[in-house]
């Protein structure tokens, strides 16, 4: 499909590719918490960042989720039909899900602006990592990343990747 002469590629293909790409980058944020976009990055969510994007604090952990507009409307579009809208229940979990997002344009630079409430809750200062987690990309302090990481023992990891993508997966 052509699109005024330049090859059109659906959000989701960029998607796919971001989801196939599971380089972690380490990066810097500015005093403003700013982020430039590294450059294998860019070049894999390049429709993508033609959209804004939507920074949103994790439920797990104190970090940063990352989305493609594109996936975050798939996200909400899902919601919109598992929510019913007439539960005190579902309307809490609507409100805590969303509290926090925002939204953020990528400028001619390749860079985008964390705004300062999600800097603080991921405890980001300069030093930032980027890690492809499927479908969004996780914002971390990069102290705070590498403690994740190593919270893990190399053990424990051994077995929950066994019990995860062993023969009795999702059994």
Same mark, same amino acid.
């Given at each position: 499909?052509?699109?005024?002469? *330049?090859?059109? !590629? ?8 971001? +989801? ?8 810097? =944020?500015?005093?403003?918490?700013? /982020? ?7 070049? !894999?969510?390049?429709? =993508? ?6 920074? *949103?604090?994790?439920?797990? %952990? ?12 798939? +996200? ?5 039909? %598992? ?15 969303? =509290?926090? /997002?925002?939204?953020?344009? /990528? ?8 705004? *300062? ?5 991921? *405890?980001?200062?300069?030093? !930032? /990592? ?8 996780? +914002? ?28 009795? =997966?999702?059994?």
């Amino acid at each position: 499909m052509e699109e005024s002469g *330049k090859k059109f !590629v659906p959000l989701a293909q960029n998607i796919s590719a971001m +989801i196939h790409s599971f380089v972690t980058y380490q990066c810097k =944020a500015d005093s403003k918490g700013r /982020v430039t976009i590294p450059v294998g990055l860019k070049a !894999v969510l390049d429709k =993508a960042l033609q959209e804004n994007l939507i920074l *949103k604090p994790s439920i797990f %952990k104190p970090c940063i989720e990352l989305y493609p507009q594109g996936e975050w409307q798939e +996200i909400m579009e899902k919601m919109r039909t %598992k929510l019913n809208l007439f539960s005190k229940q579902h309307l809490d979990y609507l409100r805590k899900y969303t =509290a926090g /997002v925002k939204e953020a344009e /990528v400028d001619a630079t390749g860079r985008f602006l964390i705004p *300062k409430p999600l800097c603080e809750f991921a *405890k980001i200062d300069k030093e !930032v /990592v980027l890690a492809p987690a499927l479908n969004f990309i996780e +914002i971390w302090d990069k102290e705070l990343y590498e403690q994740e990481i190593n919270s893990i023992s190399e053990e424990d990891f051994m077995a929950l990747t066994e019990k995860i993508m062993g023969d009795d =997966a999702g059994q």
